[in-house]
Each structure stands twice: as structure tokens, then as C-alpha cells.
């Protein structure tokens, strides 16, 4: 028999926690964020996610997601970025999983490295209306050089 006292579960951090909320502080780490394509590995600093641009194609998907969409009008995300043209806001629900381009919002930003609030107006969007979303993308710019985006934080509102 086999008894270990003093034990406590701990998330290795693997897999996001799931949340009902879209509310991305990034305070002390990624919060379940995670770099797909062209993003190398998150850095967290002073409460900012520094997403390393390798390619062309850059986003980072949020899994884990349970959000009604009624509850969120706009996805605002305050960002800066040295280069880019534009960015995509793309999304899944329980009734069409995966992200696909009848669920994207594709927005303007401004490559000064300033920083700048941009606002998706995601419940405008037919495929948003009435819909559990699941999981949630953002492809934070398009070029074809390397560079860093930071992001302070992303929200439902």
C-alpha cells in the first residue's frame, strides 16, 4: 500500500481552462492563447503578450470557450504593432466548429507602434447571433517580414 501526503493538483498547463467569457488580461501569462501558424513561442511581460511574427500568415487561437454570443457586441483589442496592414478576427461555434470565412471580421490597424483599441462589431454578424462560441482566433497582422506584436489585452464586450 502506497500513501503520498502534501500533494496538490497542478495544471501543467497544457490545455487552456475553459471560460464563458471573452476577457484576456494577459497579467501573468498566455491565458490559454496559444501561437498556430507563424507566431513563435508567447512571451508575457508587465501584463503584455509579445507574439513574435515568423511568416506571412500569422494567428493564435483561444480554445475552451463557451460564450454565448448575445452576450458580446464587440471584441475589442488593444494592440501595437511596427509593421502590418491589416488583421483578422475569426470564430467557431458549437453548431460550426473550426474557423472559416464566414466567420471572420477583417479590420484596419495602424503599424506605428503605438498603442491602439480596435473594434470588431462581432454581434452585427449573422454567424455570431444566437451562437455558443467555442473558440476564437486572431491573425494580428499580415506581412511578409518578421516582427513582434503586442497585445495588452482582448474582450467581449
Known amino acids: 500500500q502506497l500513501e503520498i501526503r502534501g500533494v496538490q493538483y497542478a495544471n501543467p498547463g497544457?490545455?487552456?481552462?475553459?471560460?464563458?467569457?471573452?476577457?484576456?488580461?494577459?497579467?501573468?501569462?498566455?491565458?490559454?492563447?496559444?501561437?498556430?501558424?507563424?507566431?513563435?513561442?508567447?512571451?508575457?511581460?508587465?501584463?503584455?503578450?509579445?507574439?513574435?511574427?515568423?511568416?506571412?500568415?500569422?494567428?493564435?487561437?483561444?480554445?475552451?470557450?463557451?460564450?454565448?454570443?448575445?452576450?458580446?457586441?464587440?471584441?475589442?483589442?488593444?494592440?501595437?504593432?511596427?509593421?502590418?496592414k491589416g488583421a483578422q478576427f475569426y470564430w467557431g461555434t458549437a453548431a460550426a466548429p473550426g474557423f472559416t470565412e464566414e466567420r471572420v471580421f477583417s479590420f484596419p490597424i495602424l503599424s506605428d507602434g503605438q498603442w491602439h483599441e480596435y473594434r470588431i462589431p462581432v454581434g452585427t454578424h449573422d454567424a455570431w447571433k444566437g451562437q455558443t462560441i467555442t473558440a476564437i482566433r486572431l491573425d494580428p497582422l499580415q506581412l511578409g517580414v518578421q516582427a513582434t506584436v503586442e497585445i495588452d489585452w482582448i474582450r467581449g464586450e
Open 14 to 84: 497544457l490545455m487552456p481552462e475553459p471560460t464563458d467569457r471573452i476577457a484576456f488580461d494577459f497579467e501573468k501569462n498566455a491565458e490559454g492563447w496559444m501561437p498556430a501558424n507563424h507566431i513563435g513561442a508567447f512571451n508575457v511581460a508587465d501584463g503584455v503578450l509579445q507574439a513574435p511574427v515568423t511568416g506571412g500568415d500569422p494567428f493564435m487561437i483561444r480554445n475552451f470557450l463557451s460564450v454565448s454570443g448575445d452576450s458580446v457586441k464587440e471584441i475589442v483589442i488593444r494592440m501595437r504593432a511596427p509593421e502590418g
